[in-house]
């Protein structure tokens, strides 16, 4: 079976633009009371629209774990069954921001990568390297780690100084994981494909890590509903090569009238803006 990074990469190179993640978190109304077979079905035949009015742009799927969880173990199964329907060779990532100690993320890992099947996830770093160890040992999974979440409380902790490095905590994050990462590769030890989340509403700190890290894929959330400006965001994230970006967008596709026009939409949007700035780089290039 195709490994998460082979499956990235097979879908972004070969979709014209090839950055547009489909993020799946169907909303509910918490106080709504349908009976639970009725809400259940609800929820499956709206996640399986999405996926089937999206795939044709989508490099990748991203359910977020809390949409699910609200509907509680109805909402569970329901996941497992959408993970399940997700076309074979588009990476499915689930964002579940987990981490802890190690015999704990162990059963994370066993909840996610054996039960629901996914491809990747996402992983926090404050527990240190030995909670996420358990993650990246999987060779043929994705880990994206967060550094420079999109909220803006997160100002607050990610940008203190880190006392050994002096760097700011996201960029001291992306540095740690370059370095292990890299260490495997010298040693030649297999890991995961290790990635960041770097929010597209921070270009300033995207173009920091892009610049720390240049060749990491980073899953850049905060397009559509949070207002993040594409431009900016594709300036500072985008590799050499036009790739290396995970573009995630939720409500700015399930909240649209039609799903299927605003994948289409955002799809024509991000090839134009990304062929603008591929075509300035190059005649930046020649002008030197
Ligand atoms: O820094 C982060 C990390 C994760 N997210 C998640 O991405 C989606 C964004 O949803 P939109 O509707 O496109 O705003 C959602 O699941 C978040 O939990 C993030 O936004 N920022």
Not at 24 to 31: E, S
Not at 147 to 154: I, Q
């Given at each position: 079976m195709a490994s998460f990074i082979e499956k990235l990469e097979k879908r972004a190179y070969n979709t014209p633009g090839g950055l547009l993640c489909v993020g799946?978190?169907?909303?509910?109304?918490?106080?709504m009371h349908t009976r639970p077979s009725e809400a259940q079905q609800d929820l499956y035949n709206r996640c399986v629209q999405l996926i089937q009015q999206t795939h044709t742009h989508a490099i990748a799927y991203k359910p977020n774990l809390a949409f699910f969880m609200a509907s509680g173990l109805d909402g569970l199964s329901v996941l497992k069954k959408v993970c399940d329907y997700i076309p074979n060779d588009i990476p499915t990532l689930l964002d579940c921001k987990c981490g802890d100690i190690g015999s704990s993320s162990e059963m994370y890992v066993h909840s996610y990568y054996?039960?629901?099947?996914?491809?990747g996830v996402t992983v926090h770093p404050y527990m240190g390297e030995d909670s996420i160890k358990p993650f990246i040992k999987h060779t043929n999974k994705g880990v994206f780690i967060l550094?420079?979440?999109?909220?803006?409380?997160?100002n607050m902790s990610q940008h203190t100084t880190h006392a050994?490095?002096?760097?700011p905590l996201y960029l001291h994050i992306a540095r740690t994981y370059k370095n292990i990462a890299q260490k495997a590769i010298e040693e030649g030890e297999q890991l995961a494909c290790i990635g960041l989340v770097v929010g597209a509403t921070a270009p300033h700190e995207l173009k920091n890590v892009r610049k720390e890290w240049p060749n990491v894929w980073i899953l850049s959330p905060g397009l559509g509903a949070q207002q993040a400006d594409l431009y900016s965001t594709l300036k500072a994230g985008l590799r050499e090569d036009g790739h290396g970006l995970i573009l995630p967008i939720s409500r700015g596709i399930?909240?649209?009238?039609?799903a299927r026009k605003a994948a289409e939409e955002w799809h024509t949007l991000i090839n134009n803006t990304k062929q603008e700035i591929l075509q300035e780089t190059c005649a930046q290039t020649y002008a030197i």
């Open positions: 799946i978190d169907p909303h509910i109304d918490t106080h054996n039960i629901l099947g996914v491809d550094s420079k979440t999109s909220n803006m409380g997160s050994h490095t002096q760097l399930t909240q649209h009238q039609d």
